[in-house]
């Protein structure tokens, strides 16, 4: 049974960072796209950053977070990472690590944490 632990929240002044980190157990993060999403209160549900690797390691991000977050994996520790820098009220909400049907994130995600608050203040 596939288990994802999400750890690394808390609160942050505006301008500050975070690094939220996801845990695995029962799979193996480098056979799947793994993912980021956050929901804010009222707000739908937004992939954050995917990384995957078929060959190379490919990593996309929502616009909102380009240039700010970074995804990163780590195979042997079989954890996946989002560096949060620059953070803005705006990127307060949940964050909940996923891992993907298959390689790609169009084909969805089925397997979810349960989720890291992040909350920045103005």
């Known amino acids: 049974q596939v288990q994802l632990v999400e750890s690394g929240g808390g609160l942050v002044q505006a301008g500050g960072s975070l690094r939220l980190s996801c845990v695995g157990t029962?799979?193996?993060?480098?056979?799947?796209?793994m993912g980021w999403y956050r929901q804010a209160p009222g707000k739908e549900r937004e992939l954050v950053a995917s990384?995957?690797?078929?060959?190379?390691?490919?990593?996309s991000y929502a616009p909102s977070v380009k240039g700010r977050f970074t995804i990163s994996r780590d195979d042997r520790k079989n954890t996946l990472y989002l560096q949060m820098m620059s953070l803005e009220p705006e990127d307060t909400a949940m964050y909940y690590c996923?891992?993907?049907?298959?390689?790609?994130?169009?084909?969805?995600?089925?397997?979810w944490g349960q989720g890291t608050q992040v909350t920045v203040s103005s």
């Open positions: 029962g799979t193996v993060f480098s056979d799947k796209v």
């Open positions: 990384i995957h690797t078929n060959g190379i390691t490919l990593r």
């Open positions: 996923a891992q993907g049907f298959t390689r790609r994130a169009s084909d969805g995600f089925g397997s």
